[in-house]
């Protein structure tokens, strides 16, 4: 454009000499000319910028060299000039020229290694040094070659090469043919999460890399070549791994002697790697072995290996084997290695496809041994033993006379009766007379089973003796008989006899112990029928509780039911033989009611002889109306509304009661300061579930957040404590319909409690907008279990405290089960003075009532009233095993197909909950100190779940079997039990009388008298004494 003006422009000048009128040409000329000039400079910068026709980083890197080179030789000429000068003048007094020419020729001498040294400089500031390509492979080799780890072999070439041509980040992929892909090994400079952990190249990509060629980088970022490892093999070259590389630093790419440099680093490097990983096999494949030799040798060592080789010894010497079986268990007990060998020997019997009765007779100690934590385990293991020696084929000597021992000691375990132990002392007799005798050490059984032969002599003498004080002595020198016995068995057997012997002596125990207490007397009768409503059947079955509100005892009693024409009799009697005072108890007496017309209502007539301290044949006239029901309704299958073990969901149809409760809360959230609160209830009784209908029950002005404290305490650190609460409450927020953003864990880093109380807390309060936040904290005493394990700082109690008393629409609902004298005062006073407290204890009667009924009643299921007052008894209104016996009663509805309950029900289901809850009566156990076991294994046996017992009587029976405590310790275990809701104070005794208590969660009662055994309780109680003292 600019040519094109400046040809005009000197047209013009020639047509001016022609035509006068050219000023108008003239104008335009030089107008466009000014644009073409100015337009120029634009023109270059769209040129370069879109061509790229200038390399820039080149010009401005002559720019900076010569810009410094002139500047420096400009400086270093003047300041040279200066100096020489004003040294000529100190000597002749005058300035020279010589001075400008020697400064001239130093800056010409300067010139090119100042010029060296500046762009040395420029290339390290823009990453473009000279390689020297031959050294940087000489010396890339000479480090490779003495390396033969192969992660250091990786390391070295990726560092090695992004290093030298200043790369950004770099990662070596070594082929596994297992994945059939390039795994990732090592990388440098770059996130790990932005490599990828494998790449997959086609055949056509990997046939161009087998050529030795680096190709572009096929997933993108963060790399951008790939360099292919090749190493020579025996069936050619072979692609070892990949060197993949990402953008350079200095941002050029890569050049084709960029490309030959790594191609010759590649290559001496995939040799190495190749050598490398020869090594790391052949030393894989050592190590492997050694490990393999290792394993053989402590499988040889270990239990499962001693049992194997015991069980071949076995086999190959079975007339040894009783002897080698008996021997192992009764090392046992002192020596763990021979105990586990003894539990594994079964297995290892099985393995060898021994007989069956050899595999009995491993079995059978193995159980023996286990018997003396779990006595069950007794009896099959004497059933395991006696299969062996009867067998035709047992090879051992002294197989018959062994066999009648343990015969007697399995007839001894069975005894249910003291008639029976009186008959087992005959047979002991006999035996010790007719048996040859054993050799040692197998004679040890019978010598243990002649003690118990003045155990049956005491109980023989019992038995001829008419008086209760002459029964009760003869009685307790059988249990001092048996104390020896047990003693005997303690000190002198081994693990082999030594379970056997202890399991018959607390058998016996328990039968002696049950006659004397039946020997106790007591009077004062009141009877109540509980089955004023039943159900009409071909037989029904009255059941009436009689329970002695005197002081003293009745013995005898018998009740009868007088003769009536609404029915007839089957049971025309039932006796109580002694019932003590306090005590209560039910009998049942079977009648056939008339099922006609007219007849739907019976009136039940009952006289009650009994003897107590004032004489016999003491009389007592009862009588009552029983309605009979009608089943009319068909079967209906009941789809199991009960939940057990689980907190039930807001709104769940299945919570009853707690009116009581969710009123209290009302109260106080709803008041004007907004109370905490702190609700504490045993574990199990309904406190999740209660807090988890509040947001039903509150209404749409409160935001409720349920949190668990078990789950606050679980990740260490303040910032996962306010992060977790953060996060519940956010959870909350959303669930209401709102949005917020979750908290992030970085969001609570540095200062979390100020992050969450200025930062977090007002975000919510604008978002839910006026409706008040109510925190309900499940399990708060374990965030007191978490700072004292160090995963959480004490300071969370006092901000929550200053978060109480200082944020709006705040509260909070503390729930747990310890009571608040049991907490550590220094963590939670802080809190809980400025608290209101409330007890959460069983449901209310009727409440436990509206529980077991209406959620069946639509289905036609019904209970007669001796099956309601049997639930109540046993359960007190405990929600967990209340849902727990009703969920059993609804199966066994389904299992009858039929829509009407009674006791006998009751007790079919109490049966099965007794093993199906053994968790938490367990926990209630353990939960108890030892003088409180031995309070619930005492009351156990000394009183029904409708009795009652004073701590007098209490300390008389302990003191009866040995065990002396002071009373303050027993009245200190009572008043925890009944704190603990688990025993309550009989309200009904008359004045002068000692307190006295009875069972308010019978189920335990029935838990700890089956599964409790008193002698070892007691033997517990007096370890745990002396451990104390």
């Not at 680093?265 to 030393?283: F, S």
Request: aromatic residues 8%; hydrophobic residues 45%; contains cysteine.
């Amino acid at each position: 454009i600019g040519a094109l003006a400046l040809s005009m422009m000197n047209s013009h000048t020639l047509w001016r000499m022609m035509n006068s009128r050219a000023m108008l040409f003239e104008f335009i000329a030089r107008t466009m000319a000014n644009i073409a000039f100015m337009l120029t400079p634009l023109a270059f910068t769209i040129a370069i910028l879109h061509y790229r026709l200038w390399e820039i980083d080149f010009l401005v890197n002559r720019a900076l060299v010569y810009s410094a080179l002139t500047g420096l030789l400009g400086v270093f000429y003047f300041a040279d000039v200066v100096a020489l000068q004003a040294l000529f003048r100190a000597l002749t007094g005058q300035e020279s020229t010589i001075a400008i020419v020697a400064s001239t020729l130093l800056i010409a001498a300067l010139g090119r290694p100042l010029y060296a040294w500046l762009q040395r400089g420029i290339d390290r500031l823009f990453f473009r040094e000279k390689v020297d390509f031959q050294q940087a492979i000489t010396t890339f080799n000479r480090r490779i070659r003495s390396l033969l780890d192969l992660p250091e072999v990786l390391s070295a070439l990726v560092n090695y090469a992004t290093s030298l041509l200043h790369i950004q980040s770099g990662a070596v992929y070594l082929w596994e043919p297992e994945e059939e892909a390039f795994i990732l090994r090592n990388a440098a400079g770059a996130p790990e999460h932005s490599i990828p952990l494998q790449l997959r190249l086609d055949a056509s990509q990997k046939e161009r890399m087998l050529e030795g060629r680096p190709l572009p980088y096929v997933l993108g970022k963060p790399f951008m070549l790939m360099v292919p490892l090749v190493a020579p093999t025996q069936e050619g070259d072979s692609l070892v791994g990949i060197l993949t590389l990402g953008p350079r630093k200095s941002g050029h790419g890569y050049s084709r002697d960029d490309r030959s440099l790594l191609a010759g680093l590649a290559d001496q490097a995939g040799t190495a790697i190749h050598v490398a990983q020869l090594i790391y096999e052949k030393a894989s494949e050592a190590q492997r072995r050694l490990e393999a030799e290792q394993r053989l040798e402590a499988y040889r060592n270990s239990p499962a290996g001693k049992a194997e080789q015991l069980a071949q010894h076995l086999l190959a010497e079975p007339e040894a084997a009783f002897a080698a079986v008996y021997s192992l268990a009764g090392a046992a007990a002192s020596e763990p290695e021979k105990a586990a060998t003894l539990k594994a020997l079964p297995q290892a019997l099985e393995g060898q496809e021994t007989p069956l009765a050899l595999q009995k007779l491993a079995q059978g100690f193995e159980y023996l041994f286990e018997g003396h934590t779990t006595p069950a385990l007794v009896q099959p293991a004497l059933k395991s033993i006696l299969a062996y020696l009867k067998d035709t084929a047992c090879p051992w000597e002294h197989a018959a006379t062994s066999c009648q021992v343990y015969e007697t000691a399995l007839r001894a375990l069975r005894a249910e009766s003291l008639q029976d132990l009186r008959a087992l002392g005959v047979e002991i007799r006999n035996m010790q007379a007719k048996l040859p005798a054993l050799p040692a050490p197998f004679d040890a059984l019978p010598a243990a089973l002649k003690h118990l032969h003045h155990v049956t002599h005491a109980l023989q003498a019992a038995e001829r003796v008419d008086t209760s004080r002459d029964k009760l002595a003869y009685l307790a020198a059988a249990v001092e008989a048996l104390r020896r016995t047990e003693h005997f068995a303690r000190t002198q057997l081994n693990s082999a006899d030594r379970p056997l012997v202890e399991a018959i002596t607390e058998h016996w125990l328990g039968i002696v112990t049950r006659a004397i207490s039946e020997l106790q007397t007591s009077a004062r009768l009141h009877l109540q029928l509980l089955t004023r409503n039943t159900w009409q059947n071909e037989v029904i079955t009255l059941a009436l509780n009689v329970r002695n509100s005197g002081r003293g005892a009745a013995l005898n009693i018998r009740i009868t039911l007088m003769p009536d024409p609404a029915y007839t009799l089957l049971d025309e009697q039932a006796i109580i033989p002694r019932l003590s005072p306090g005590e209560e108890q039910q009998v049942h007496i079977r009648l056939r009611p008339r099922l006609e017309e007219g007849y739907r209502d019976l009136r039940a007539r009952f006289t009650v002889l009994y003897t107590d301290p004032r004489g016999a044949d003491q009389a007592e006239n009862f009588a009552d109306i029983v309605h009979l029901m009608e089943a009319t309704q068909e079967f209906q299958f009941i789809p199991n509304p009960y939940v057990v073990g689980t907190p039930l969901q807001t709104g769940s149809s299945m919570f009853f009661g707690r009116e009581d409760v969710i009123a209290f809360i009302q109260q106080n959230v709803q008041a004007s300061h907004h109370n905490n609160l702190v609700l504490i209830g045993q574990r199990r009784t309904g406190k999740t579930s209660l807090l988890k209908q509040l947001p039903a029950r509150l209404g749409d002005s409160y935001l409720t957040v349920y949190v668990d404290g078990q789950s606050l305490g679980l990740d260490p650190g303040l910032e996962n404590f306010y992060l977790n609460l953060a996060t519940e409450i956010a959870f909350a927020v959303e669930d209401a319909g709102l949005e917020i953003p979750i908290p992030e864990p970085e969001d609570f880093q540095g200062n979390p409690a100020a992050t969450f109380e200025r930062v977090f807390l007002p975000q919510v309060m604008r978002r839910i907008q006026g409706r008040h936040l109510l925190l309900l904290l499940d399990e708060f005493e374990e965030l007191e279990g978490a700072v004292r394990r160090g995963t959480l700082d004490a300071s969370i109690f006092g901000f929550l405290r200053h978060l109480i008393q200082h944020t709006e629409n705040l509260s909070v609902i503390f729930c747990g089960t310890h009571r608040i004298e049991e907490l550590a005062s220094d963590y939670w006073n802080v809190l809980f003075n400025i608290s209101l407290y409330r007890h959460i204890g069983f449901l209310q009667r009727e409440e436990a009532m509206r529980l077991i009924q209406e959620p069946v009643g639509a289905y036609g299921m019904r209970y007669d009233d001796l099956a309601l007052d049997k639930i109540w008894r046993v359960t007190a209104g405990h929600p967990y095993f209340l849902q727990l016996l009703c969920h059993s009663l609804v199966n066994l509805h389904n299992q009858q197909e039929r829509n009407y309950l009674t006791v006998s029900d009751v007790n079919t289901a109490l049966d099965d909950i007794l093993a199906s809850g053994e968790a938490h009566f367990v926990y209630l156990w353990n939960e108890s100190t030892p003088v409180e076991r031995l309070v619930l294994a005492a009351l156990s046996r000394m009183i029904p779940i409708t009795g009652h017992a004073t701590l007098v009587q209490l300390n008389d029976y302990l003191e009866a079997r040995g065990i002396s405590l002071a009373r303050t310790r027993l009245q200190e275990a009572l008043n925890s039990l009944v704190r603990r809701d688990v025993l309550t104070l009989h309200e009904e005794n008359e004045p002068g009388m000692d307190d006295g208590y009875h069972w308010k969660l019978g189920l335990l009662a029935l838990w700890a008298e089956k599964y409790k055994s008193i002698n070892r309780v007691i033997e517990g109680t007096i370890i745990s004494t002396k451990g104390t003292s």
